[in-house]
């Protein structure tokens, strides 16, 4: 069965961060994509840009609005997604905990 794993982060945290904090955070991002890959699990992962770079689209009455930016103010934003196959829902929350669980991710936020 394939999963989706949305990770959440605050960019303006992010923004505050050093190089070196975020190379070790890349770091550990870096080191659950090659579990999942070791595993066979892996089947593709991509990080985001930054919301300032979204636009949003809708289609209201027939006629496309674009805005620039995301829909809405939140404290976290969709900051990367991985694709992933899991044999049974006990692996995927597994998989999911030993994400969160890593002492260098700073985020503490996964949906499947």
């Given at each position: 069965?394939?999963?989706?794993?949305?990770?959440?982060?605050?960019?303006?945290?992010?923004?505050?961060?050093?190089?070196?904090?975020?190379?070790?955070?890349?770091?550990?991002?870096?080191?659950?994509?090659?579990?999942?890959?070791?595993?066979?699990?892996?089947?593709?992962?991509?990080?985001?840009?930054?919301?300032?770079?979204?636009?949003?689209?809708?289609?209201?009455?027939g006629?496309?609005v674009?805005?620039?930016?995301?829909?809405?103010?939140?404290?976290?934003?969709?900051?990367?997604?991985?694709?992933?196959?899991?044999?049974?829902?006990?692996?995927?929350?597994?998989?999911?905990?030993r994400?969160?669980?890593?002492?260098?991710?700073?985020?503490?936020?996964?949906?499947l």
């Amino acid at each position: 069965m394939r999963y989706l794993l949305l990770i959440y982060g605050n960019e303006a945290t992010n923004m505050q961060m050093t190089p070196a904090e975020q190379q070790v955070e890349i770091g550990a991002y870096n080191d659950f994509g090659n579990e999942l890959q070791n595993a066979g699990a892996m089947v593709s992962g991509e990080a985001l840009q930054p919301t300032m770079t979204a636009t949003t689209v809708r289609v209201r009455n027939g006629k496309t609005v674009t805005t620039d930016g995301p829909f809405a103010e939140t404290k976290e934003q969709l900051a990367a997604i991985t694709w992933s196959n899991a044999p049974t829902s006990t692996k995927r929350f597994t998989g999911r905990q030993r994400f969160l669980a890593r002492p260098k991710v700073r985020l503490k936020c996964a949906q499947l």
